[in-house]
């Protein structure tokens, strides 16, 4: 698999259910990044997770860093059908102890809120 | 407090013509970065710039692509000889500095040029 592998592909829900998003990762990390992407838009930043950390929140989301199991997980509470998007998690790979900034995404998945 | 700054939006070109994209990062950032994403793909790196050097370009093809960010003005990608294969959506990202990793947190990223080939 490779760097940065999102899971599910794609995620069909109701307005208001929760939407919980995983990312396999490889490399030993500096950090790892969710964004959203809109239709034939660009990428926005939601939340970035250090290596040292395990928890995060940011309004609406949590994130989660498991770095014994190169895996974090994105989790959008009562979602909204304005959170269709695709989502991508992006690690920010560390060589031999220096982090470059070279971010390396996933697939993403494809989430669709119904309203 | 403008964000990346990318143009043009959407570029076309026929097969063997040149693409040339432009990026202004954010005010105060001296560290850019260029991706490209094919359809229905994610985002894959080409290549990181400072000011008038070339930090990292193992995600750029060998042949036909180029990169730089002179002293002065925007950072450009160019793509010579365009192909079909050349299609897609080029992204470019800034952040603030790359030593100092308590500022180099984020990239951000433009709006990105869609680039079709006919």
New interface residues.
């Given amino acids: 698999s490779q760097q940065g592998e999102e899971d599910p592909q794609a995620l069909s829900i109701q307005e208001g259910e929760n939407a919980t998003m995983n990312c396999s990762y490889k490399t030993s990390i500096n950090n790892l990044q969710w964004y959203r992407q809109n239709s034939g838009r660009g990428l926005v930043h939601l939340i970035l997770i250090r290596s040292n950390e395990r928890e995060k929140h940011s309004g609406r989301l949590r994130v989660t860093l498991d770095t014994s199991k190169k895996s974090s997980s994105l989790l959008i509470t009562a979602s909204r059908a304005a959170d269709t998007a695709s989502y991508f998690c992006a690690t920010d790979e560390r060589v031999g102890g220096t982090s470059y900034g070279k971010l390396t995404f996933g697939q993403g998945t494809i989430l669709t809120v119904h309203p | 407090n403008a964000g990346v700054m990318q143009n043009p939006r959407h570029l076309v070109r026929r097969r063997g013509q040149e693409a040339r994209l432009r990026c202004s990062p954010m005010k105060g950032h001296s560290?850019v970065?260029w991706?490209r994403q094919l359809p229905e793909?994610?985002?894959?790196?080409m290549v990181?710039l400072q000011k008038e050097n070339i930090?990292?370009e193992s995600?750029m093809p060998k042949e036909r692509f180029s990169a730089e960010f002179p002293k002065e003005g925007p950072s450009i990608l160019r793509i010579q000889q365009v192909v079909r294969g050349d299609s897609a959506a080029y992204?470019c990202?800034s952040?603030p500095s790359?030593y100092v990793?308590s500022l180099?947190?984020?990239?951000?990223?433009?709006?990105?040029t869609?680039l079709t080939v006919l």
Avoid: V
């Fill in positions: 560290h970065y991706y793909e994610g985002l894959k790196f990181y930090i990292d995600g992204f990202a952040s790359y990793e180099r947190d984020t990239q951000y990223f433009g709006p990105g869609r």
